[in-house]
């Protein structure tokens, strides 16, 4: 084990000093409804999976404001990560260009978010008074949205300039409503049904695209609208789109919807255990081998990524107490073959070793490659 991890920290070398020259930065023209200015299309695209920037880079206009609106870390990087993977279904990264959302304003988004009211009319969640309501009119009325986040695709034509070809909008709804009743004064929190929040999602998008046509540089525009359900807020996974629209660029109204089956799920745990035994199993054996050789090992905690019910990626994290380098390399080449004999070669797994001091090592394995890529940090 030890010299295939030395062979292919030789070959990563290698690679990296015969980096080819993928060619000049790209020139191109950017039309807005406002302005046609210079840009730039980068050079180098980092895989097929992601969409290239257009540059100079335009910040969002509601740009940060989803660290106030999402309570969960997980969820707030799932958002926008899932969000551009369901852009890919309706716009080729090979052909558009990524930039962030600049026709919702964080003042829009404000406001959507609240509930409705004299002062809010915009609000698209249910009018209650908090500061008079009872328990049970909170329970009733909760809040659902929580965030919208836009993304706009970019598509060049012909004549080498560039144009929004598409907008995709992320609509992130709460599964646990969490409140403070103000007659006892401590938190409570009401579980909210994933029928329940789907129904009151696909209204929210009804309105959400009335709204969005009214804007008149999105029209003839596509829109492509999601429902994202959140985890709560201690939840160590992140959660999921469950459901997207297509609106041509020719519509006006939503006609259907298309489900999206993709879920995160911890290891061990019995959701785990009890929907995916398979898989549960393999993470269990694998904690079980490093904890026969290592008697530092503290813990290792798995999130498997699914769609259709199909292992799609695993990622791994694994915090250990180490002595000395030499321990590290050790212990991520003995990892490294671990991970080779538990896990099929068909989906992609990461592991993150980690120590007091931070990230000490990082394990890829990516589906269909032979070997998986092994970084110790220094």
């Given at each position: 084990m030890k010299?295939s991890f030395?062979?292919l920290l030789v070959l990563l070398l290698?690679l ?12 191109i023209?950017?039309?807005t409804?406002e302005?046609?200015?210079q ?6 695209k980092i895989s097929?999976?992601?969409y290239?920037?257009?540059?100079p ?17 997980l969820?707030i990087?799932e958002i926008?990560?899932?969000?551009m993977r369901?852009?890919q279904?309706h716009f080729?990264?090979?052909?558009y260009y990524f930039?962030e959302g ?10 959507w978010v609240?509930?409705q009211?004299?002062?809010n009319?915009e609000?698209l969640?249910?009018?209650l008074n ?11 009325n ?9 993304h706009?695709?970019?598509k060049?034509?012909?004549?080498n300039?560039v144009?929004?070809g598409?907008?995709?909008i992320?609509l992130?709804?709460k599964?646990v ?5 103000p007659?006892m004064?401590y938190p ?5 049904p ?5 129904k ?6 009804t309105?959400v695209?009335?709204?969005?046509h009214?804007i008149?540089?999105?029209?003839g ?7 994202f359900q ?9 959660g ?5 629209t297509?609106i041509s660029g020719?519509?006006n109204s ?5 489900k999206?089956n993709?879920?995160?799920v911890?290891?061990p745990?019995?959701?785990g ?11 269990i054996?694998f904690k ?5 050789y290592?008697?530092?090992f503290?813990g ?5 990524y699914?769609?259709?019910d199909q ?9 250990i107490q180490f ?6 390399i050790?212990?991520t080449?003995?990892i490294?073959g671990?991970?080779?004999?538990h896990f099929p070669p068909?989906?992609s797994v ?18 269909g ?6 970084h110790?940090?220094?």
């Amino acid at each position: 084990m030890k010299k295939s991890f030395q062979v292919l920290l030789v070959l990563l070398l290698v690679l990296t000093a015969c980096t080819p020259n993928f060619g000049k930065d790209e020139e191109i023209v950017q039309k807005t409804e406002e302005t046609t200015e210079q840009a730039i299309i980068p050079k180098y695209k980092i895989s097929d999976e992601y969409y290239r920037t257009i540059l100079p880079f335009k910040t969002g206009k509601a740009r940060g404001l989803v660290n106030y609106t999402v309570y969960n870390r997980l969820d707030i990087d799932e958002i926008e990560m899932g969000l551009m993977r369901v852009a890919q279904e309706h716009f080729d990264p090979n052909n558009y260009y990524f930039q962030e959302g600049q026709y919702v304003t964080s003042d829009m988004v404000e406001e959507w978010v609240g509930r409705q009211s004299e002062k809010n009319t915009e609000g698209l969640n249910p009018p209650l008074n908090e500061k008079t309501a009872t328990t049970e009119q909170f329970r009733q009325n909760p809040k659902y949205l929580s965030h919208v986040m836009e993304h706009n695709y970019l598509k060049k034509d012909n004549e080498n300039k560039v144009e929004l070809g598409g907008v995709v909008i992320g609509l992130a709804l709460k599964s646990v409503y969490n409140f403070n009743e103000p007659t006892m004064g401590y938190p409570r929190e009401e579980p909210i049904p994933l029928e329940e929040i789907e129904k009151q999602g696909k209204a929210i998008a009804t309105q959400v695209l009335q709204r969005l046509h009214g804007i008149k540089a999105l029209d003839g525009v596509p829109i492509v609208i999601a429902l994202f359900q959140e985890k709560p807020r201690e939840s160590v996974v992140p959660g999921n789109f469950f459901a997207k629209t297509y609106i041509s660029g020719n519509s006006n109204s939503i006609s259907k919807w298309e489900k999206i089956n993709e879920r995160y799920v911890l290891f061990p745990s019995q959701e785990g255990k009890d929907s995916y035994y398979d898989d549960y199993q393999r993470m269990i054996n694998f904690k079980s081998d490093i904890e026969q050789y290592f008697p530092n090992f503290v813990g290792v905690v798995g999130r498997g990524y699914y769609v259709d019910d199909q292992l799609q990626e695993m990622t791994i994290d694994i915090p250990i107490q180490f002595y000395g380098k030499a321990e590290i390399i050790g212990f991520t080449e003995y990892i490294t073959g671990l991970m080779l004999d538990h896990f099929p070669p068909y989906i992609s797994v990461q592991v993150y070793i980690t120590s007091i001091d931070g990230q000490e090592a990082l394990i890829r394995w990516n589906g269909g490659e032979e070997k998986p890529f092994v970084h110790i940090y220094r």
